[in-house]
């Protein structure tokens, strides 16, 4: 079974950090690029970061570039979502995806 696993979301309060974490499995994680999305409330679905196959490449949305970093452990079959500086705007729920496939979604909210 192809599935993605997510964690690492909670609270944190602005100007803090967070690291998610999707773990992968059914599937050779080495042959595919991966990405993150995030929906917060009342809007639409948008692609954060993407990275691939290999981990050599990345790429951002203009919201988190500079603030977030995607990295990948092909060995652990592991990707991961550094947040930091995070903004009350970055509350939404954060998604890994891989080519036809999504997690289930990990909420962050940003809020004192």
């Known amino acids: 079974q192809v599935q993605l696993v997510e964690s690492g979301g909670g609270l944190v309060q602005p100007g803090g950090s967070l690291r998610l974490s999707c773990v992968a499995s059914g599937f050779i994680f080495n042959n595919y690029p991966m990405h993150w999305y995030r929906q917060a409330p009342g809007k639409e679905r948008e692609l954060i970061a993407g990275?691939?196959?290999?981990?050599?490449?990345?790429h951002y949305a203009d919201s988190v570039k500079g603030r977030f970093t995607i990295s990948r452990d092909n060995a652990k079959n592991t990707v991961y979502l550094e947040m930091n500086s995070l903004k009350p705007d970055d509350t939404a729920v954060y998604y890994c995806?891989?080519?036809?496939?999504w997690g289930q979604g990990t909420q962050v909210t940003v809020s004192s």
């Open positions: 990275i691939t196959s290999s981990g050599d490449s990345t």
């Open positions: 995806k891989r080519l036809f496939v």
